[in-house]
């Protein structure tokens, strides 16, 4: 199940109305069967600090650890870019920030929602995020990306940029 709750909104009232949704899509996602539900950071607006962000975003997720893990669904964090209802891009787009805030939440029903194409798309290199967040990936979304007319669009799996036998040799090492 994916959701992209807002948790850098700068009112404490907005982030817990984000919280409510974000327990709703709990809920759905035990209701279908779901083993994870994806969960954003929220969107990286320019008056929000990094450190308040971080401190905010791993405050909400943490609340939420208990009620997932009473409904038996993963919470998975993804190196998303932007939602489309989003004014801004995602607060943790960029690794460093990404992996600030997965290093800080510590829970078996906390992991990682890989997305390769994502961190093409934050100009990172998608290997080298994969080897910092490998122990922790609990989903996976498959897409690709290549170059159209100075553009990066979404592509066929295993004919864009990214080096899929490499990603899967990484996840099966890890098991």
């Known amino acids: 199940m994916c959701y992209s709750p807002d948790f850098t909104h700068p009112d404490p009232a907005k982030r817990a109305q984000e919280l409510w949704k974000q327990k709703r899509m709990i ?15 929220g969107q990286r607006r320019p008056e929000v600090s990094r450190e308040l962000g971080v401190i905010w975003v791993v405050a909400c997720i943490n609340s939420l650890l208990s009620f997932a893990e009473e409904h038996g669904v993963i919470l998975a964090m993804e190196n998303h870019y932007k939602d489309n209802y989003w004014e801004y891009p995602e607060f943790a787009q960029k690794r460093e920030v990404f992996l600030e805030i997965v290093n800080r939440i510590e829970s078996p029903w906390f992991g990682v929602n890989y997305d390769p194409s994502n961190a093409v798309i934050a100009k990172e290199d998608p290997i080298e995020l994969l080897e910092a967040v490998k122990h922790r990936v609990v989903s996976m979304h ?11 669009v979404h592509g066929v799996t295993g004919r864009g940029l990214i080096n899929y036998d490499r990603v899967f040799a990484i996840l099966r090492e890890v098991g």
Do not use: H, N
Not at 27 to 41: A, D, H, N, P, Y
């Open 142 to 152: 498959a897409s690709d990306r290549y170059w159209k007319d100075g553009v990066l």
């Open 27 to 41: 809920e759905i996602t035990k209701f279908f069967g779901g083993r994870t539900c994806r969960v954003l950071s």
